[in-house]
């Protein structure tokens, strides 16, 4: 692909960089001239993101992350793309499952992005979520704590884009269907268990695609340089689906 600069001379800031959709950011982003800092609860594996300066961060750590942000003087552009996916019903969430939940997926949002926010009102900015098409979008069967907290994210998205609108600080969130990243992988293996065979779970979760096929880690990355750039200008407040037909 030939790709554009036109994120050169920025600042990015990626959050869970190591694998799946957060590594594809930091790599485009990177491709399209932004400087690129990527952090990860896996330090060894984010630090194998060539051209990207790398460090382990505990998101739900907030004492950390307000630390991680002082070094700092002006951020450009933030993708938060921490989350957890616990899979079950209500009865099969137990309380440390919601709060585990509620940790990794809605706290992290909160310590991450209450960090960038001073660092871009002088400026202004764009500053993504990876929210999901489960959550306050469409209800799914046993994603109770997941849909719950990435509600919540696009809550707190469009909370973020109303109160510094005026400060030239775009907020919005980009909502994945089902994408094949290393954490999909885990939960088709533990659905093979209770389903009897891997061929079975994927068609599980292929069957929820009306396109067919999981989306990949580029596609999304591709929205999040989009919206990181001048050409998303103009999109403030929104939850973007990219669901391979999911919510049509
Ligand atoms: N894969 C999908 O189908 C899909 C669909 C919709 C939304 N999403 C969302 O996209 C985001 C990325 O998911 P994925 O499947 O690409 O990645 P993944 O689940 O394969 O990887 C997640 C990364 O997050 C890191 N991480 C976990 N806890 C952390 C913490 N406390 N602090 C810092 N890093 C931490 C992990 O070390 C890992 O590198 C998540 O928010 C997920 O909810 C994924």
Known sequence: MDLTKRLAGKTAVVTAAAQGIGRAVAERLMAEGANVYASDLNGDLVSTLIGAKTAI?????????????DQFDQVDILVHAVGYVHQGTIEECSPEDWRRSCSITLDSAYYVLGATVPK??????????????????????????????????LGLTKAVAADYIKEG?????????????????????????????????????????PAGRFG?????????????????????????????????
């Open 120 to 153: 871009m009102k002088a400026h202004g900015g764009s500053i993504i979520t990876i929210g999901s098409v489960a959550s306050s979008i469409k209800g799914f069967p046993k994603r109770a704590a997941y849909g719950a907290t990435k509600g919540g994210v």
């Open 57 to 69: 961060l505990d998101a739900t750590d907030g004492t950390a992350v307000t630390s991680y942000f």
């Open 216 to 248: 990949t880690p580029n596609e999304i990355a591709g929205l999040c340089a989009f919206l990181a750039s001048e050409d998303g200008a103009f999109v403030n407040g929104q939850a973007i689906k990219i669901d391979g037909g999911i919510t049509i």
């Open 169 to 209: 600080i775009r907020c919005n969130s980009v909502c994945p269907g089902t994408v094949d990243s290393p954490s999909l992988h885990e939960r088709i293996e533990e659905l093979a268990d209770k389903m009897g065979s891997k061929d079975e779970a994927v068609k599980f979760f292929i069957d929820r695609q």
